[in-house]
């Protein structure tokens, strides 16, 4: 009697939740992103992430099970004026453009400069950036203490975020506040910030708007 042939065992004949798991592994890092930007003062050379998309071309049906990892999991830049219209994730002169792939992009940081009017407005941060599961907030400016936060007001009306983090120049308290705004629930209103003293009492003599970090 012939011996019977055995069937080759591929990648995709694992489990579901293993080919997940190996997905994982390679294709997303969990290290902050170090980008060029055409608005950041002192540009670093950016750092590669250690991450494999090349495996989305190896198949249909990986490419159709992996897509949602790679651009779900990581963070990746918002342009600092076109916001999600050119996202990126190292080099802001190799962006991603397709509506489709931009659409699963569920984590995103954005440099915003004090010292310089946006090119974007209130409506746009909401669109771009409203139900995200992450989204960093990072703000710098030429020279400390000489900008006031009225750019930052714009993001007042974003909501649904999971995650939201705002540092850099900014006070921990006002930063701390406008987390706590972008991830209130869709349609929900918030109260105006006020700095609290170390009694803890709310003093309504310093405007964060005017003054900033002075």
């Known amino acids: 009697m012939a011996p019977t042939a055995l069937r080759p065992f591929t990648f995709l004949h694992l489990p579901p939740e293993i080919r997940n798991a190996i997905y994982y592994l390679l294709l997303t890092h969990n290290h902050p992103i170090h980008a060029r930007s055409c608005h950041k003062l002192s540009p670093t050379p950016p750092s590669p992430l250690g991450i494999h998309p090349a495996l989305l071309s190896t198949c249909a049906q990986v490419h159709i099970e992996a897509t949602s990892i790679l651009y779900g999991e990581n963070r990746f830049q918002a342009h600092p004026s076109l916001l999600t219209g050119m996202t990126f994730a190292l080099d802001a002169a190799r962006p991603i453009t397709t509506a489709r792939v931009i659409s699963q992009i569920r984590r995103y940081h954005l440099r915003v400069r004090l010292d310089c009017d946006p090119y974007y407005d209130g409506d746009a941060l909401v669109r771009a950036f409203s139900g995200l599961d992450e989204f960093e907030v990072e703000v710098f400016q030429a020279s400390f203490g000489n900008s006031d936060f009225h750019v930052l007001e714009l993001f007042m009306g974003i909501r649904g975020v999971k995650k939201a983090s705002v540092f850099g120049s900014v006070a921990r308290g006002f930063a ?39």
């Open 176 to 214: 701390t506040w406008l987390e706590g705004c972008m991830e209130s629930a869709v349609g929900t209103g918030v109260n105006g910030f006020e700095v609290i003293g170390v009694d803890g009492r709310g003093s309504r003599e310093y405007d964060v708007w005017i003054h900033g970090n002075r």
